[in-house]
């Protein structure tokens, strides 16, 4: 009937309008590499914010004592203590999830910090055998914050926009150390922070704990971002003393990359203009875990108005924003079952569709598989961007040098289809240099990491 051929057609668009074809992804990839130099030139230099972040060192392995970590960046926050045993590695850990309450998340800067501040004593007070902290020591806390900052040093940074969700006016330019601080003062929590880190940076520095071919860490989360080692005098814009090690640590920022090879849609910009933060975070917008489900619900939206897929009238759950999320896309996308009953379960849980037909399971899974795709081919083609501007895209003669990239999130985790797919990308980009460029999930190194720069840079060392 003229319904499906409708429907056939906005599939057929969509597909067409996602395209990555290799080609593309390359100009993708070289307009990334391209970017990097110009963020690392100058201040303001590229919509790559190409931040110092102040860790010139790596972990070693020879940290030491009990350090604690807190991780705020989604949905939800994490503190995490642990018990460094220098060269006999990490001796004991222990870590809490506590969820955000959504309207603090649009509310006042003191609120927040406040409900962190209780949360980690709490934490805190639990603190049994197995830690030990030295007499008349202070604890000291590694502070994820996946938010773009710009450092002062180490240990204090100005908070320069929301992402992902978060929007707290009063926050941005202030020192989010600082804020933290106050609200540990407030609580009565004893304890300083020696580090602040961005989560790339955390899971850099904990990937490259466990493994020294560690050169670059990327999140694909709610958001998505990337971190690597630059060589310190590759960044003009530096204008301190160059690093003992020669070496600095640089939070890209990626998901506010932007190039006219980006393959976007009208469902992309009608999501964009009518986000929390229009005209910014676009890279982020067609990969990360927060985006994923809402484009999906968009097509679908189109679908039902104009090829009444879901019979005469709109289901009206399907017109929120945000109600599909993308861990029911995964789960829709990865139905196995002939006749995708989880895509009909979903359908009806979540859009109150009762009865749906085989006919629209099917492409409802195939709009899935094509922004999931998308998203992980554009994803892939970043990493290359990378290796790129590092000079290991390519073999060099009687040479195995190997690239290891720590990758964490909860959708690279989770989402099998969408990480199997940003894998072979990358095979299929690298060509023969991809034996030596390894792709290691760094399960909440993150969290270690920050804790590990705290003990590197403790205040009793
Ligand atoms: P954050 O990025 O908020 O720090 P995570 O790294 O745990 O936290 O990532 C959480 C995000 O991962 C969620 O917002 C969601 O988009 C995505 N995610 C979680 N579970 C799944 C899943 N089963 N399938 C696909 N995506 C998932
Ligand atoms: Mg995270």
């Known amino acids: 009937s003229g319904r499906w051929a409708k429907a056939e057609a906005i599939l057929r668009e969509l597909e067409e309008k996602c395209g990555t074809p290799t080609a593309k992804l390359r100009q993708v990839a070289d307009a990334m590499t391209v970017e990097m130099h110009a963020g690392l030139a100058s201040e303001g230099g590229s919509k790559l914010k190409m931040l110092i972040s102040y860790v010139d060192n790596l972990p070693t392995g020879d940290e030491k004592g009990l350090f604690y970590a807190l991780d705020l960046g989604g949905t939800n926050f994490r503190v995490m203590r642990v018990q460094l045993g220098g060269k006999d590695g990490i001796l004991k850990q222990e870590f809490e999830e506590v969820s955000i309450p959504p309207h603090l998340m649009v509310g006042s800067s003191h609120e927040l910090f406040d409900f962190i501040a209780a949360a980690l004593a709490k934490f805190v007070a639990t603190e049994g055998e197995g830690f030990h902290l030295p007499p008349g020591r202070q604890r000291e806390l590694g502070f994820t914050f996946s938010f773009p900052v710009r450092q002062l040093s180490l240990a204090s940074g100005t908070l320069i926009k929301w992402t992902k969700g978060f929007l707290i006016e009063d926050a941005v330019g202030e020192d989010v150390v600082g804020e933290l601080t106050k609200a540990m003062e407030r609580v009565g929590l004893d304890m300083r922070v020696t580090a602040l ?259 590197s840079h403790s205040q009793y060392l």
Request: include cysteine; proline fraction near 4%; aromatic fraction near 6%.
């Open 197 to 455: 880190v961005n989560d790339t940076v955390g899971t850099l520095a904990g990937g490259r704990y466990n493994n020294p071919d560690v050169i670059a860490a990327v999140i694909l989360g709610t958001g998505t971002n990337a971190a690597y080692v630059e060589r310190a005098h590759a960044i003009p814009k530096w204008q301190g003393l160059l690093p003992k090690s020669g070496e600095m640590v640089i939070n890209m920022e990626w998901g506010n990359f932007r190039s006219s090879h980006l393959p976007l849609t009208e469902y992309d910009q009608t999501l964009d203009a009518e986000s929390l933060n229009p005209g910014e975070q676009i890279f982020e917008k067609l990969i990360s875990g927060m985006y994923l489900g809402e484009i999906v619900r968009r097509v679908l939206c189109r679908m039902a108005e104009e090829a009444s897929f879901f019979g005469d009238t709109i289901p009206p759950k399907l017109k929120v924003p945000f109600i599909l999320r993308t861990p029911d896309m995964s789960a829709m996308h990865h139905d196995t079952s002939p006749d995708l009953k989880v895509v009909g379960s979903k359908l009806k849980d979540i859009l109150e569709v009762p009865n749906s037909s085989l006919k629209m399971r099917k492409i409802i899974v195939e709009i899935c598989n094509i922004v999931a795709a998308r998203g992980a081919r554009l994803s892939a083609a970043g990493i290359v961007g990378i290796l790129k501007k590092l000079g290991r895209d390519t073999v060099k003669e009687g040479e195995k040098q190997r690239s290891v990239i720590a990758l964490d999130g909860g959708l690279f985790e989770h989402y099998t289809k969408f990480r199997n797919c940003m894998e072979s990308t990358l095979k299929e980009l690298l060509g023969d240099v991809a034996e030596n460029i390894v792709v290691e999930h760094s399960n909440d190194g993150s969290g270690i990491g920050a804790a590990l720069l705290a003990a």
